[in-house]
């Protein structure tokens, strides 16, 4: 669920006056991430080999000794992974924070570049966020490696399974509907009142169709560079043929964490620099007015999530394959789109629609660059109409990426039959 439709909705529903400032915001980052932990650690925690806890069990060991000294430093590195993503997630995070009128540094490093104009402030802003995302992004990549499954996991044990206690239960429940409620009930339905209610009132409803347009010119066109991009990193981790395939993926997991406003930010002031150095405002016109750098944007942001399934069905392409091909006298491109391309094809695909409409509900680079190309995507227009009151296009636009969400989380859930 895009994080300023949450923050949104949430604010209308508990109060557009007093649902502002530092601890909605938290509350609302709060639910916007806990998925994110909820994945990784869930992850981990299915790999668990059980052998250790069953004996721990038989010798008499209690729930919560077994907990701290078997379960917790098995899992450790995916709950370190766990609270660095989170961490990037937030240091980053524009939309929800913009909304609920928490003024991060990503609220004022957009102003300062877009309603200021104050180039020096928006550089100096840029510089503080990089210097506090780049001790986590690094830390991501250190930790990345080992959170992967080992080797033996499918000859793993897991854990047999133990009634959970009365107390566990009701908080387990509790923290479950907390998180549906306001990360799904509560914004779906404030969606749904918003339409409604403007129709009731016979409020004349804004053209849905140059945002759809927009969205899918955008999403599917960066969705196709960002998997035109992982390709190469992905097939080379997969088949780990090379030390560069080492050197990609960090590379990879880097450029994704970078915030998106940072990346927006960054790219306007290239095209700016090169207009300048090649003295052709026309250079400025065709990268970041025309659209070229919204889309190397899009696909650096996701570049991350659209790498699992590529490498994971790379490492499922047969070497014995590719290497009677070559005896047969196939070129390597020839190998490579007989032999591996069908292999990797449904890891591609999932990439693509995991990278499409991961775009279509990205906000901060849509509002930095996209924007300047004459750009309006469902993002735009959610975002834009809620703050100029406009309930009813907001809610319609917001129901359209709430599908979009919806088809994300069908294909997330086939996708992890590649990365797993």
């Known amino acids: 669920m895009p994080s300023y439709l949450i ?93 609920l009128n928490c003024h991060v540094l990503t609220w004022r490093l957009y102003h300062a570049a877009t309603t200021t104009m104050q180039l020096p402030v928006a550089i100096l802003l840029g510089l503080m966020l990089m210097l506090l995302a780049t001790p986590l992004i690094v830390a991501a990549i250190a930790i990345h490696g080992r959170v992967r499954p080992n080797a033996n996991a499918s000859a793993s044990r897991q854990p047999a399974r133990q009634p959970a206690g009365r107390m566990t239960t009701v908080v387990t429940w509790m923290l479950l509907l907390l998180v549906v409620g306001l990360g799904v009930v509560i914004p779906v339905g404030t969606l749904l009142q918003w339409v409604a209610d403007g129709m009731s009132r016979g409020v004349e409803m804004a053209n849905v169709w140059p945002p759809v347009r927009d969205t899918l010119i955008l999403a599917l066109g960066g969705g196709a560079l960002t998997v035109a991009l992982v390709a190469l990193p992905a097939w080379l981790s997969g088949q780990r043929r090379s030390r560069l395939a080492s050197a990609l993926e960090p590379a990879v997991l880097g450029a994704s964490a970078v915030p998106g406003i940072l990346i927006g930010f960054g790219l306007l002031q290239l095209g700016l620099v090169l207009a300048r150095a090649f003295d052709s405002p026309e250079l400025y016109q065709t990268l970041v007015m025309g659209g070229s750098f919204v889309l190397i944007a899009f696909a650096i942001r996701f570049l991350a999530e659209a790498y699992g399934g590529p490498k994971a069905t790379a490492a499922l392409v047969d070497p014995r394959q590719l290497d009677a091909a070559r005896m047969l006298g196939a070129k390597p491109f020839k190998r490579w789109c007989v032999v591996a391309l069908p292999t990797m094809a449904p890891g591609f695909a999932a990439a693509f629609v995991i990278a499409t409409v991961s775009i279509a509900r990205e906000l901060p680079i849509t509002l930095m660059l996209a924007t300047r190309g004459g750009y309006r995507p469902l993002s735009h227009r959610m975002y834009d109409r809620y703050m100029e009151a406009h309930l009813m296009d907001a809610g319609v636009a917001g129901l359209i990426l709430v599908g979009l969400a919806a088809l994300a989380l069908v294909v997330g859930m086939r996708w992890r039959r590649y990365a797993g």
Do not use: K
Request: zero cysteines.
């Open 7 to 99: 923050a949104a909705t949430l604010r209308e529903q508990v109060g557009r006056l007093t649902f502002v400032g530092f601890w909605p915001a938290v509350l609302t980052l709060v639910v916007i991430t806990a998925p994110y932990v909820q994945l990784v650690v869930g992850a981990a925690l299915a790999r668990t080999n059980g052998s250790a806890e069953d004996a721990a069990r038989t010798l008499g060991a209690r729930r919560r000794h077994i907990l701290s000294a078997i379960t917790v430093p098995r899992i450790r590195p995916a709950l370190a992974f766990a609270g660095v993503i989170t961490a990037l997630y937030v240091i980053g995070e524009f939309g929800a924070v913009a909304i």
